[in-house]
């Protein structure tokens, strides 16, 4: 009896001993209920991933081609499910009600607000289109498809999860659950280019995400938060014997996330792993990989960093101007008839629109109060997303019967009319070029946003890339028209069969939403005009 009495009693003494009572005023406050619909699009796919792992231990081996439909499923399911989410004011679960400094829900660690719901709707459409693209890569290629689609179906969930999170431990977790499954999925091609690949990959992000678990702790001891809008209400008020720690924290951690979205100088395993990687998945990486480390890399700085804003903005500044100079002048100096030039040439391509894609975000640390440039780096992320796995699509559809160099798609038009058509699209949407008036609208967009946050040498900048990336956008292009050369055996790449059923599914899919864009774009860039937090 004297238990239940001591614990009311709080802190007291009891002969030599003191006695300190655990016990809250209100044990039920600590108990919170769950939002389902919120956490419903990574949940899902969570769940999906587990079906496919349980499903693969007893289908038998002639029906393992089930595992794909069941992950495209699970995907189209999580996308589903982010309809409920879309109209409304935020969703908040997981809240902390004793977080210092917490307004509205800046103590929660997962938030469904209008930014997380866009980098959701790229990550999960990204990953359900690479699962497409993916159906016949891993029966071609002889990949193990259980787990092949349950690492696939992992690497989603992390992505989905990450733009919603809300404090530092939750934001670094989905970072490596998106990441750590795509070390593997590069290496299970069963061949050396495969091994390599995964091997730079893999080193090269470990010593990102070591450099950036420093960087949290550093900033969680100056601050004494994990949460990140008390993060910024720490870093604002932290004693000046801490700045010091603080500042140092906030670089390190920027730069673990820079690893993620590719930016200079943390750019060079891009062409040798998506070269190596099986083809769905370089262009897994290439958007929904980038997306997951964009997303990351915004919440911290916005949010979090918000008391450092000038000196991220500057410094996310130069990091745009280098990634894009460095990618395009990387893809410029890529030989068009050497092997896996095509993949190359994606990849550092992908490498020059990450530096279009940081623009904004650089302007957000300059821009004036009521403005929010986020919106055009998640509307040129979503134009992005559609055309470059739309581009990878049409490079793995020619490599099944010919090879994935520049050269290999000299005269497609002659041998595939739809499928030439469709990529000389998709690359003058990359270009910036009509008809591809998506991705100009899109360049647009960007550009406006750097000039009017005051960075006029960043527009420069990009003014001048845009026109070098024309360069080899068009001469692919021209390839693609070019007639074939005396001599060269067409015969058997003109009386080819049609496309895999899914293979053909998602090159019109993403063939069809970028011209849909492109006659409508306010479907994408009224992402522009509001306020994603």
């Not at 029966?139 to 498809?145: H, M």
């Not at 809300?166 to 069963?190: G, K, M, N, Q, Y």
């Not at 750097?450 to 001469?475: R, T």
Request: one cysteine or more; proline letters at 5%; glycine letters at 10%.
């Amino acid at each position: 009896m004297l238990g239940p009495q001591l614990a009311a009693l709080g802190p007291h003494s009891t002969g030599q001993h003191t006695v300190t009572s655990l016990a809250v005023a209100n044990p039920g406050s600590l108990i919170q209920s769950v939002d389902w619909v919120a956490i419903a699009p990574p949940l899902i796919a969570a769940v999906a991933a587990l079906a496919v792992l349980v499903t693969d231990l007893f289908l038998p081996e002639r029906h393992k081609k089930l595992l794909g439909l069941l992950t495209a499923a699970g995907l189209a399911l999580a996308l589903i499910s982010l309809l409920p989410l879309i109209d409304g004011s935020p969703r908040a679960t997981f809240c902390a009600q004793n977080v210092t400094g917490a307004t509205d829900n800046a103590g929660c660690s997962y938030v469904a607000d209008h930014f997380a719901l866009v980098f959701q709707l790229l990550a999960l459409g990204g990953a359900l289109i690479a699962a497409l693209l993916s159906v016949h890569t891993v029966e071609d290629e002889k990949l193990p498809g259980g787990e092949y689609w349950f690492l696939l179906l992992s690497s989603a969930t992390g992505a989905a999860l990450l733009p919603a999170s809300r404090d530092l431990a939750t934001l670094v977790i989905a970072l490596e659950v998106a990441s750590l499954p795509a070390f593997a999925l590069v290496a299970l091609r069963r061949d050396g280019r495969g091994a390599e690949a995964a091997l730079k990959f893999f080193l090269t992000s470990v010593t990102a995400t070591a450099v950036m678990l420093l960087g949290v702790g550093f900033v969680y001891a100056a601050s004494g938060s994990l949460h990140l809008g008390a993060v910024a209400e720490g870093l604002a008020h932290a004693p000046a014997q801490l700045k010091p720690l603080a500042e140092v924290g906030a670089v390190l951690t920027l730069a673990g996330f820079a690893f993620k979205v590719a930016a200079v100088p943390f750019h060079f395993w891009v062409p040798d792993t998506y070269t190596g990687a099986p083809l769905p998945v370089a262009g897994y990486l290439s958007v929904v990989g980038k997306a997951a480390g964009l997303s990351g890399l915004a919440l911290v700085t916005v949010i979090a960093f918000r008391p450092y804003a000038h000196t991220w903005g500057l410094v996310l500044a130069v990091l745009a101007a280098a990634t894009m100079t460095v990618g395009n002048v990387g893809a410029l100096r890529q030989r068009f008839d050497t092997r896996y030039s095509a993949v190359r040439l994606l990849a550092w391509s992908s490498v020059g629109q990450a530096g279009y894609l940081l623009v904004p975000l650089a302007a957000a640390g300059y821009a004036p109060t009521g403005t929010d440039p986020l919106g055009a780096t998640a509307a040129y992320a979503l134009i992005y997303g559609v055309v470059n796995l739309g581009a990878f699509g049409v490079v793995a559809a020619v490599g099944r019967r010919a090879g994935t160099s520049v050269d290999d798609f000299r005269g497609l038009f002659a041998r595939r009319r739809w499928t030439a058509l469709a990529l000389a699209f998709f690359l003058l949407c990359l270009a910036g070029l009509p008809p591809g008036v998506i991705g100009l609208f899109g360049k647009v967009v960007v550009f406006r946003a750097a000039v009017d946050a005051g960075l006029g040498w960043l527009a420069v900048v990009m003014a001048v890339n845009v026109v070098v990336a024309l360069y080899y956008y068009l001469l692919w292009t021209a390839r693609l028209f070019a007639p074939v050369a005396a001599g060269e055996p067409v015969g058997e790449a003109v009386t080819e069969r049609r496309l895999p059923v899914p293979l053909a599914a998602t090159l019109g899919l993403t063939a069809s939403a970028a011209v849909v864009l492109s006659v409508a774009p306010e479907l994408v860039l009224q992402v522009v005009g509001g306020t994603l937090f």
